[in-house]
């Protein structure tokens, strides 16, 4: 199975994925979770900031969502632009620590649960 990370784009924060509840940290925890051991990670825009959709290139995300079984998207933005080029995937939440939906931890634990479903 070959499993594609989709992220949004590259975060402002200098500092690099090491401390607690850093999104590339809970990402991970959520791959063993998911008993997935490689995956691939990609992000829909290349620039930091604040972006919109007028900022995806398309073209690009088709070339890299096209060889990958399984796709999850983290986040809605992330969801929102698989869907514009009709790809099939499952959508995360952002496990960004300002995401406040990491705060109930039986809602993440669910969405896990859903999550292994797809990816059988």
Same mark, same amino acid.
């Given at each position: 199975m070959s499993v594609l990370v989709i992220g949004q784009n590259p975060g402002n924060n200098p500092k690099t994925a090491t401390?607690?509840?850093?999104? %590339?940290?809970?990402? !991970?925890?959520?791959?063993?979770? =998911?008993g997935i051991n490689n995956y691939s &990670?990609?992000?829909v825009v290349t620039q930091k900031g604040k972006v $919109?959709? $007028?900022?995806?290139d398309f073209d690009r995300l088709k070339g890299l969502v096209e060889d990958? +079984? $399984?796709? =999850?998207? =983290?986040?809605? &933005?992330? +969801? !929102?632009?698989l869907s514009v080029i /009709? $790809? +099939?995937? &499952?959508? =995360? *939440?952002? *496990? +960004? *620590?300002? /995401?406040r939906q990491m705060n109930d931890k039986k809602l993440v634990k669910q %969405?896990?649960?859903?999550?292994?479903?797809?990816l059988i």
């Open positions: 401390y607690k509840g850093h999104t %590339i940290v809970r990402l !991970n925890e959520w791959c063993d979770d =998911l &990670f990609a992000n $919109k959709m $007028k900022d995806v990958h +079984s $399984k796709v =999850l998207a =983290l986040g809605v &933005f992330a +969801s !929102n632009c /009709n $790809k +099939s995937h &499952f959508r =995360l *939440p952002h *496990p +960004s *620590p300002l /995401n %969405i896990l649960a859903e999550c292994k479903e797809y």
